[in-house]
């Protein structure tokens, strides 16, 4: 079977645990851990554009050594290649000296560098024609070889050929003109050609999209599976509400709310997500859904991934609910039993009109009087289950998801299929751009003296790091020695706090507490400050290693600062020897659109990382990219959807969907 372990291989137990490091377990781990590149030998001339060349040639004379000392050497050999002479200059290969004598027949691979000269980066005894065409290369760690794996491959290809079925349906196959799926995994390790290739990844992006696109259509079947409650929205109560919020709505903002309302008053149940940038105000949107909710006789819900985030909501909630009888109640897992149990009883007997809290809503002892509205903020933290538990809770249940990672709509529907879309696009007003500056290095010095002045005039900062201890290998500052060097450096003048996700949620929540009331002023933290918080006198935040975040997230965490009528400032820093990192990073200097962030780490990163669909359990695209492949992942959509349709038919598929599903559960 290809669950099989890799024992029956016969791979060492060493290899294995190496093997286990690079997330191959099973065979079918192997046999999906595709090359992430190739080299291709084909014959190739040098032109004006491309030095490169690989040609094929006989040595006129013996090779000779132009220098060496330990590992470093030159050799220098004059080759006849078409009829020319020649002179190649290749390092560090002494050992392949004793084998260039004259008339040896070489293949040269390198680059024309100047006028019949060429430094070869390889050199091998054997005419291009018995070379292997194509060479599958395989991302490896320390103690294990691209070869090495390529070989297990082949060995497991050998041993388990017969037993790989086709995941894609026939009809499918033989309508796209796929190859099986035992040929794709065979070409994609062992191309004879380009055009194998080319077969195999066609074979293996659809397959991946279509997995994808099964268990988003099986979600949906189920989200949708009932007729909602026709709402009855009183438009003029809502009207008068918004009219008394203490701004008003920005057109986007007003835009939602409204095709939030019509999905109410239609039959329909309601699957929506509002997504906007950070800032970009999705809380009052959802606190108008909620308000109509609340007139037409429901209770709504509002999910937030952690309890600081949960008490924010729910006090912001009490303020934008002051004037009128609906009644807001927080439940998270850090109250008592009694607490709790006072919650329980009152929800079920309608005395409560919003319960705002974390994954406790989901609790079994959690009994809804009449639920009508579930929100889930941040909607990307929470499992495919735990939103479907939640909206158990009651009966034809709307649902409204938030998020701040905005994607293109086009994209958007193509990954969450007919999930309605509404975008909140533009700031509110009076927001300035948080003024963000990169720096090279991992020192603060540079800042020092503007964060001084910035502290005297009584703002607070964050400091981010990207780990909470040293660890061995990685240079990456982390979170606790540089707390420790920042409270010695401002000893008797601020206070210094450490918020990492180690701590437990009391010793969270005692630190957040304590930079809310601005006892703390620097506080020291790791990525945990990312949700939602916010601290409105806090305006400045400085990011280590910042090319080990993606740009989303980094935009993320810049949202926390420069909320409200302030400026922010966000100091990146990097000691980042890759061009690409520090460009990556410095693209956040430009600018503070959350749309062309996304898109640019979409393109990089792929949603897997960005949406974070590693936690809602969801596949992430390793073979298919999904710009370059959008019309397989649009052809796989609609497929799967059909296929859901009949899904009885396919067993194999069925079986793949509720396994995924389980696996949702347990990310969380
Ligand atoms: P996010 O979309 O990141 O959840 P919030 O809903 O927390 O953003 O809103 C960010 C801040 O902007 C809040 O302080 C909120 O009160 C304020 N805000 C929201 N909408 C407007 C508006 N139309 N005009 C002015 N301020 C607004
Ligand atoms: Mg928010």
Request: net charge neutral; charged share 25%.
């Amino acid at each position: 079977m290809l669950s099989d372990g890799l024992v029956k291989l016969r791979i060492t137990k060493p290899r294995r645990e190496l093997l286990g490091q690079l997330g191959i377990v099973t065979v079918e781990d192997l046999l999906t851990y595709y090359p992430y590149r190739y080299e291709i030998m084909e014959a190739h001339r040098p032109t004006a554009e491309d030095p490169s060349l690989v040609m094929e040639g006989v040595l006129l004379e013996k090779a000779r050594l132009a220098y060496r000392r330990q590992n470093q050497s030159k050799m220098l050999m004059r080759v006849v290649i078409d009829q020319q002479i020649y002179q190649v200059a290749i390092f560090n290969r002494h050992f392949l000296l004793a084998k260039l004598g004259a008339g040896q027949v070489v293949t040269v691979i390198g680059k024309l560098s100047g006028d019949h000269q060429i430094v070869a980066s390889d050199l091998k005894l054997q005419p291009l024609a018995s070379l292997p065409a194509i060479t599958p290369v395989y991302s490896v760690k320390e103690g294990i070889t691209s070869k090495a794996i390529a070989n297990y491959v082949k060995k497991a290809l050998e041993a388990y050929r017969t037993e790989i079925q086709d995941f894609i349906p026939l009809v499918y196959e033989e309508k796209y003109r796929l190859v099986s799926r035992q040929e794709a995994l065979e070409m994609i390790h062992c191309p004879k050609s380009t055009t194998d290739l080319k077969h195999a990844l066609r074979h293996l992006k659809y397959e991946e999209f279509l997995k994808f696109q099964l268990v988003m259509s099986y979600m949906r079947l189920f989200d949708r599976a009932e007729n909602g409650l026709a709402k009855n929205v009183d438009q003029q109560a809502i009207q008068a509400f918004i009219s008394q919020l203490p701004f008003a709505l920005t057109a986007d903002q007003q835009q939602a709310a409204q095709e939030i309302l019509a999905d109410f008053a239609s039959e329909k149940v309601m699957h929506r997500l509002v997504q906007g940038d950070v800032g970009s105000g999705k809380t009052v949107v959802a606190v108008i859904a909620l308000y109509a909710n609340y007139l037409a006789g429901y209770q709504g819900a509002l999910m937030a991934p952690t309890e600081i985030l949960a008490k924010q909501h729910a006090k912001s909630l009490r303020q934008f609910f002051d004037h009128t009888d609906v009644r807001v109640e927080l439940l998270i897992g850090s109250m008592s039993a009694k607490e709790k149990e006072h919650v329980y009883t009152r929800l079920m007997n309608g005395q409560i009109d919003i319960l705002v809290g974390t994954h406790a809503l989901i609790q079994d002892g959690v009994r809804f009087y009449n639920l009508g509205l579930v929100i889930a903020d941040e909607q990307h933290r929470f499992g495919v289950k735990q939103r479907q538990a939640l909206k158990d809770k009651g009966k034809r249940v709307d649902i409204l998801l938030m998020s701040a990672t905005p994607i293109p709509r086009t994209l958007a529907i193509s990954l969450f299929g007919d999930m309605d879309v509404s975008t909140i696009r533009t700031m509110p007003g009076g927001r300035k751009k948080v003024e963000t500056r990169f720096y090279e290095g991992h020192s603060m010095k540079p800042i020092l003296p503007f964060l001084k002045q910035y502290l005297a005039t009584g703002g607070q900062c964050y400091v981010i790091c990207p780990l909470v201890d040293e660890s061995e290998g990685l240079e990456a500052r982390d979170a606790s020695s540089i707390y420790e060097a920042m409270k010695r450096y401002f000893k008797g003048h601020y206070e210094v706090g450490l918020l990492h996700g180690r701590m437990n949620d009391e010793q969270k929540e005692a630190v957040m507490q304590a930079f809310y009331e601005n006892q703390i002023q620097i506080l020291v933290s790791t990525t945990v400050v990312e949700v939602g918080v916010d601290v409105a006198n806090a305006n400045l935040m400085v990011i280590y290693n910042a090319d080990r975040f993606g740009l989303s997230q980094l935009h993320q965490l810049r949202g926390r600062v420069g909320r409200s009528s302030k400026q922010g400032y966000c100091f990146l820093l990097s000691d980042s020897k890759n061009q690409a990192s520090i460009d990556r990073v410095k693209f956040l200097e430009t600018t503070s659109d959350g749309f062309a962030i996304s898109n640019y780490d979409l393109k990089l990163r792929g949603p897997g990382e960005v949406l974070g669909q590693k936690q809602s359990g969801l596949p992430t695209f390793t073979i298919a990219n999904i710009f370059e492949d959008h019309d397989i992942l649009m052809r796989a959509h609609e497929d799967a959807g059909d296929i859901i349709g009949q899904l009885e038919r396919y067993p194999w598929i069925a079986a793949y969907i509720r396994q995924q599903l389980e696996k949702s559960d347990e990310a969380i």
